[in-house]
């Protein structure tokens, strides 16, 4: 109805009156909200945030660490979460909205949604706010308790569609993942945010090769479990055959529900490539292999390990220290340039690397599959370290220490890795 309205005043009007129309509208809207939202915190400190509803992992990670951080310190404050359109997952927000107060907005269009962060940015601090997340809050995860649940009777469900799945109530299974650029194409359009080109290329520097985990694959298969590939959309099937290899992306169990509860249930996920679809680990605590990770990226969740990507320049190997100190010259991270956003200069596109002369080089299968192998040592309690180990691991601390974006987060590297890349530590 709204919308019908809205149309015909526009048809029936003369542009410039259109405007004047639109603009007087907003500013009543304005004063209308500041008003009530003055009232309720009459009654009880209220604020609004919007939920980051376009992306699985802001939608899953932005929330958890605010609500964790909310109880962690008893606060009395009362939040208003709104859910605009589009919603990459439908489960995941009405998950929320048991949990906390979401208002969902389900008949507006998707640009109600930038229109709605701009009238946020106008009124921020006093009534609204943007949820925060800034890759860091490793501590946050560390101590403080799970929020996000499942009833009993989802429980139920999950474990029905496993069983569907051919995985028995005495099965295990591992997720995998690997990023590629399917899903925000295919979602979202091939529109480039910052060239105005193909397919949001800025973010090719992180994508990886779901084949690249076919010997991580083989280890869990011997070991007696399940591999279940975790996503939406992918670019391609697996090319790994196996009764006990599910393409999940490609099956009829595909759905918002399971997106999430194979994470939940899993022994522990294996992700090449940071990626939105695998922070969903964060809610549960579940453990995370990170293999394939930019550099910069330690990863904040509860239980994990990783392995960064590698970089040459010019036929040289970029060491750590190194990386270091170009972000720091280039202030390519946006803790150095105020608010977050993506540009050539930005470490977070493909276009940093080309600019630099920095080629991008991923993780061997055989690196990943010493990283598997080390994360079920962990869980067997058969993990063991060297003194040399221990000392690698020291350093690589005391370097990351350093650098400030990234310090606070403490998930240890690949003990493997540090041994057979020593040069990653050197000046």
Not at 194 to 201: F, R
Not at 273 to 283: E, F, K, P
Not at 336 to 359: H, K, P, V, W
Not at 397 to 413: F, G, S, V
Request: with cysteine.
């Amino acid at each position: 109805m709204y919308k019908k309205c809205k149309d015909f005043v526009k048809s029936v009007l003369p542009k410039p009156v259109w405007i004047i129309v639109k603009t007087v509208a907003k500013a009543i809207l304005f004063c209308v909200a500041s008003f009530y939202m003055w009232c309720l915190n009459l009654r009880q400190p209220t604020k609004i945030t919007t939920l980051y509803t376009t992306r699985i992992g802001h939608l899953a990670i932005n929330t958890d660490c605010f609500i964790r951080m909310q109880r962690a310190k008893h606060s009395n404050q009362r939040t208003i979460f709104i859910a605009s359109l589009p919603i990459v997952n439908d489960f995941l927000v009405e998950k929320w909205s048991s949990i906390v107060e979401v208002i969902t907005y389900k008949d507006k269009h998707y640009l109600f949604y930038e229109r709605l962060r701009k009238c946020l940015a106008f009124f921020d601090s006093r009534y609204v706010f943007e949820l925060p997340y800034s890759g860091t809050e490793y501590e946050v995860y560390q101590n403080t308790e799970n929020v996000f649940y499942f009833t009993k009777e989802e429980k139920q469900e999950g474990d029905r569609i496993l069983q569907e799945m051919g995985i028995g109530q005495n099965d295990w299974f591992v997720c995998i993942f690997a990023r590629d650029s399917a899903y925000l194409d295919k979602t979202y359009g091939e529109f480039d945010e910052i060239t105005g080109g193909k397919a949001w290329a800025h973010h090719d520097y992180r994508d990886s090769d779901i084949d690249s985990l076919n010997l991580a694959i083989d280890e869990i298969l011997a070991r007696g479990g399940f591999v279940v590939r975790l996503g939406k959309i992918v670019e391609k099937a697996m090319s790994y055959k196996h009764a006990r290899v599910i393409d999940y992306p490609l099956t009829q169990w595909r759905s918002d529900f399971m997106d999430i509860y194979l994470q939940y249930r899993a022994k522990f996920v294996l992700s090449s490539s940071t990626s939105g679809a695998t922070d969903v680990v964060s809610l549960f605590g579940t453990h995370y292999c990170g293999a394939n990770m930019p550099a910069n990226w330690n990863p904040p969740y509860k239980n994990s390990i990783w392995i960064p990507k590698t970089y040459s320049h010019n036929g040289t190997m970029v060491s750590f220290r190194q990386w270091i100190r170009l972000a720091e010259e280039k202030k390519a991270h946006y803790f150095y340039g105020g608010d977050y956003e993506i540009t050539s200069t930005s470490m977070f596109s493909a276009e940093f690397y080309t600019t630099n002369q920095l080629r991008i080089i991923d993780n061997t299968p055989e690196e990943i599959l010493d990283l598997t192998k080390e994360m079920f040592e962990r869980l067997d309690g058969s993990f063991t370290q060297t003194d040399e180990d221990k000392k690698l691991q020291a350093l690589y601390a005391e370097i990351n220490d350093t650098y400030l974006p990234a310090r606070a987060n403490k998930n240890p590297i690949g003990r493997d890795f540090l041994r057979k890349n020593k040069w990653f530590l050197e000046n």
